[in-house]
C-alpha cells in the first residue's frame, strides 16, 4: 500500500448520532412551575391582562427591540395575538404570575426543527412587573426543560438585537453560549438589525438544570423575597 502524499489533509467529519431519531413538536398545553404557570396564549383569557401589564412601560421601552408594537388600544392588541400568536411556529405562551394569577409577559418557541433537534426561544415580551423577578427566570427555565426533557432538542437557540443588551445579559445570565454576531441580518421598522447568536446545548443542561433549580428553590430567597444566591454564582466553576 502506498503512502499518502504527505500535503494531502486529514478529512475531517461531525461525531456520529447512532440513537438519534428526531425532536417531538412542542404541544400547545401549560407548563406549571412553582412561582409561574406558562399558558398557551388565548385572546380571550389573556389580552386585558397583558395590555394592562404592558401598558405600565410608560415609555414603551420594551417594545423597542420587537418587529410589531407598540399597541395603542386593547382592540390593536387583541387584533395582534389572533393574527400572529395563534399558529404553531411561533408557538406563544402567556407568562402567569402565581403570586397574582395575572399574566405579566409573553414568550415563544419559534423556527421548530425537529428533525434536526433545534428550536429557538424569541417573541419574549415581559411587563416592567415581571422583569427580574422569580417568576421570569422560572419561565425561561420551564421553556428549557420541555424542550430538552420531554421534546428531545438538541439545540436551544437565543437571538435578538446585536444593540440590545439587556437580552444579551439575559440570555448570558440563563447559561447561553455568545457564538457570535450576523451583521445586517434583518430589518425591522425600517432600520437595521445585526443579530446576536447565543445557545445552549443537551450536554449542558443537565448542569445548568441543577443551577436553576438551585436557585429557585425556596430556600435561596430571604423572607422578604431577595435572592441569596445570584443565578450566575451558582453556575459550575469549570466551562459547562
Aim: glycine share 6%.
Amino acid at each position: 500500500m502506498k503512502d499518502q502524499p504527505k500535503n494531502k489533509l486529514r478529512l475531517r467529519i461531525g461525531f456520529p448520532l447512532k440513537n438519534w431519531t428526531t425532536a417531538l413538536t412542542p404541544p400547545r398545553t401549560p407548563m406549571v412551575g412553582s412561582w409561574c404557570c406558562m399558558e398557551p396564549i388565548n385572546p380571550n383569557n389573556h389580552t386585558d391582562a397583558l395590555f394592562m401589564a404592558f401598558s405600565e412601560d410608560l415609555e414603551n421601552r420594551n417594545w423597542s427591540y420587537l418587529p410589531y408594537g407598540p399597541f395603542e388600544t386593547k382592540k390593536a392588541f387583541n387584533g395582534w395575538i389572533r393574527e400572529t400568536c395563534l399558529g404553531s411556529d411561533p408557538l406563544f405562551y402567556a407568562i402567569i404570575d402565581k403570586s397574582n394569577n395575572k399574566a405579566l409577559g409573553i414568550s415563544s418557541y419559534l423556527r421548530i426543527t425537529p428533525n434536526v433537534g433545534v428550536i429557538e426561544a424569541g417573541h419574549i415580551h415581559y411587563a416592567p412587573a415581571l422583569q427580574n423577578s422569580t417568576a421570569g427566570t422560572e419561565a425561561m427555565y420551564l421553556m428549557m426543560k420541555r424542550a430538552f426533557e420531554e421534546l428531545g432538542y438538541r439545540r436551544y437557540e437565543w437571538k435578538c438585537d446585536a444593540l440590545n443588551f439587556s437580552s444579551r445579559k439575559a440570555a448570558e445570565r440563563l447559561g447561553m453560549t455568545f457564538e457570535g454576531v450576523f451583521r445586517q441580518a434583518t430589518i425591522y421598522k425600517n432600520r437595521n438589525r445585526d443579530t446576536a447568536w447565543f445557545s445552549l446545548l443537551d450536554i449542558e443542561w443537565p448542569r445548568m438544570k441543577q443551577v436553576f433549580e438551585l436557585w429557585l428553590n425556596p430556600n435561596n430567597f430571604s423572607r422578604e423575597g431577595s435572592q441569596i444566591n445570584r443565578l450566575q454564582d451558582l453556575f459550575p466553576s469549570k466551562p459547562l
